[in-house]
């Protein structure tokens, strides 16, 4: 006799998993499968904070009216004074007052792609810029000079329209002649005079040119362990130590070795005690890079968005406009990503974390740190980065899924109820869903949440009621039906006017799937 009982299905148990937002960051590296549960497979305009993922803040056009695409921006720092300037088309304008520009303050340039240096002597502060095809200016404080305007900007032995950068060590301006192997030094602490070559021809193997000169200080300061390094197209380094380069004592080689091919003149930026450097690599440190193999990806700090960065090295690698910016306020490095121009975009590090994001939205041909703030060169305007909640005046689009997880079963089962766990300032306009089985499109559908009631005084019941008007707390469920083997909350967003913070995600979900 069967059992009474067979025919009744048994009940089916649903279980509940949080699974924190996505603070891991963006890994284009592993597989679909091998991700961590903290990792993205995508996270644009998401910024992965230390304990929750943000949508990044907006922009404001700071300066406008200029005449093109601003490819160059400059920043003259002196004990008194600190300005900004933007290079377009074949002018140079003093954008260091926010609005409309006025005349420029330089002219009838060939291009606007700078390299410069800050220098000071005794004679006072002044900006040097090269571009490889005019003669080198000079920004004193007041007035722009150009070399062979005369004393004391004068320079001879070399053509500095041939120099396309330029970098300074021990007070000693370095100039790098365009397509040799060759830089030229400057009297100590001189804006001009007679210059003096370098020669690395007979020390390279690999041939090419110099790209760009470096300080690189073991310290993060300028002292007696700094060295002077010159990278070449090939990717060989050329590292000095040298007090004097005039006399046999004053300078000595330390050695060449070999990292990626450099990606753009402006392919370092300092970072912390080391240096960094956009490659065909990666971005690499200069102190890793040297001491261990190319083969060795752990190397490079964009390990975890490798194939994302050799993808978009590969297709765009010749464009203008690749270049990092460390900006200290909010522990980001960002790394320009110049797909065309007018559509560039930011693969952007937390520096305490080491998770990456990408940015979309802000068309930047070039960064400049000005007054601790970031400032990007658009189309006819200079860019306030990190500014606002708008991205002048248009929404923000933020867009992120999680890594697909198994959460503890490999079973297929299917997913019930989703519930985001979101702060804002406002009513956003958010989307979501759980995507199965690794499937990248999509799939998201509009997420409602009950508004928020600010408390009244003498009112509201204290410890119940919401006061002021900060973050609060948005996490009403949603339904689902999604079944598969494995989830991935998604999540969208396009707002503009009010913060937006992810900080976890529940899921309801039921074993067994389809009866």
């Known amino acids: 006799m069967l059992n009474s009982f067979a025919k009744i299905p048994r009940q089916q148990s649903a279980q509940t998993v949080t699974v924190a937002a996505p603070i891991g960051g963006w890994n284009a590296r592993d597989a679909l499968g091998a991700m961590d549960p903290l990792d993205a497979v995508t996270l644009t305009n998401f910024w992965p904070g230390t304990n929750s993922v943000i949508l990044r803040s907006g922009y404001t056009q700071h300066a ?47 291009n606007a792609q700078f390299q410069y240096i800050n220098m000071t002597t005794t004679a006072g502060s002044y900006l040097m810029a090269v571009n490889g095809a005019d003669k080198l200016r000079i920004y004193n404080g007041t007035t722009w000079f150009k070399d062979g305007d005369g004393a004391p900007y004068d320079i001879t032995g070399v053509n500095t329209a041939t120099c396309s950068n330029i970098t300074l060590f021990k007070n000693r301006v370095w100039l790098i002649e365009t397509g040799t192997l060759k830089a030229w030094y400057l009297p100590i602490n001189s804006i001009g005079g007679a210059a003096t070559s370098l020669d690395m021809s007979s020390l390279v193997q690999e041939g090419g040119y110099i790209m760009a000169g470096m300080t690189w200080t073991l310290d993060a300061g300028y002292g007696m362990d700094d060295y002077l390094a010159f990278i070449t197209s090939s990717g060989e380094v050329v590292v000095w130590r040298l007090t004097d380069p005039t006399t046999p004592s004053g300078i000595s080689m330390i050695g060449v070795y070999t990292v990626g091919a450099p990606i753009g003149r402006r392919c370092w930026t300092k970072f912390g005690g080391d240096l960094l450097i956009i490659t065909q690599d990666g971005v690499v440190p200069m102190s890793g890079s040297l001491q261990s193999s190319r083969l060795d990806p752990r190397v490079s700090i964009t390990n975890k968005i490798q194939y994302a960065m050799s993808a978009a090295i590969s297709t765009y690698g010749a464009n203008f406009g690749w ?27 937390n520096n305490i974390t080491k998770s990456w994001c990408n940015f979309t939205g802000w068309a930047a041909n070039c960064w400049e740190l000005h007054k601790d703030n970031p400032y990007y060169g658009g189309n006819g305007f200079v860019g306030l980065a990190w500014n606002g909640d708008t991205d002048n005046t248009s929404n923000i689009e933020g867009f992120g899924l999680q890594s697909f997880q198994s959460y503890g079963t490999a079973l297929q089962k299917q997913c019930k109820m989703i519930r985001y766990h979101l702060q804002s300032n406002g009513s956003p306009s958010v989307f979501g869903n759980v995507n199965v089985d690794y499937n990248l499109a999509d799939e998201s559908a509009q997420l409602n949440f009950s508004p928020s009631v600010y408390g009244l005084w003498d009112t509201g019941l204290w410890d119940s009621a919401i006061w002021g008007a900060g973050l609060v707390p948005l996490a009403d469920w949603q339904g689902a039906t999604n079944i598969g083997y494995t989830f991935a909350p998604l999540i969208k967003t396009a707002t503009q006017g009010i913060q937006l913070q992810w900080v976890a995600t529940d899921l309801v979900f039921e074993g067994g799937g389809v009866l």
Do not use: R
């Open 64 to 110: 406008t009216g200029l005449p093109g695409q601003v490819e160059s921006l400059m920043a003259y720092n002196s004990g008194t004074a600190s300005k900004l300037f933007a290079a377009s088309v074949d002018s140079i304008y003093n954008v260091t007052t926010a609005g409309a520009v006025g005349s420029a303050d330089v002219t009838g340039l060939t």
């Open 323 to 349: 270049c990092l910016l460390y900006y200290p306020k909010e522990n980001q490095l960002l790394l320009n990503v110049p797909i065309t121009v007018g559509t560039q975009q930011q693969y952007v590090m």
